[in-house]
């Protein structure tokens, strides 16, 4: 069984997060997606508008996702990835470079991200338009 994992935010859930897990699902039988948890988050600088359990929930419903787990720290990739048998490690290119220490456990693949979306520009455009509306 070939296993895959991925790590990321998934806040407000778009169509850049869904075709990175599908592409991703397809490169083994089975994926792993570990979701960054709200404290991990405040240290990447990020204000979720989604909490953990709704971001993780939403992620976990996928056909394509197989298990979900709490991204907690940076440095728990390599751990991750050993214990539970990891063969392909993939992100988004938006990290291009920044994960290649990982080929010592594994495959390291970034695939092209999906241009015109992100949650915030998502954020942004919900605001103008309840401004607009006022
Ligand atoms: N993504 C994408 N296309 C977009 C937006 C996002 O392919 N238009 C991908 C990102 O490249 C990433 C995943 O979707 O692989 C999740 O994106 P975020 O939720 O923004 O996660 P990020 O902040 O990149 O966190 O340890 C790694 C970090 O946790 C990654």
Known sequence: MKR???YGTFDLFHIGHLNLLERLAE???H???AVSTDEFNLGKGK???MPYDE???IVGALRCVDRVI??????QKPRDVQELGIDV???GDD???KFDHLAQYCEVVYLTRTHGISTTSLKLDIAMNADARK
């Open 4 to 6: 895959v994992i991925t």
């Open 27 to 29: 490169l083994g039988d």
């Open 31 to 33: 994926l792993t997606v």
């Open 47 to 49: 204000v979720c508008s």
């Open 55 to 57: 971001r993780s929930r």
């Open 70 to 75: 709490q991204e907690e720290s940076w440095d």
């Open 89 to 91: 490690f993939g992100i």
């Open 95 to 97: 990290w291009q470079g």
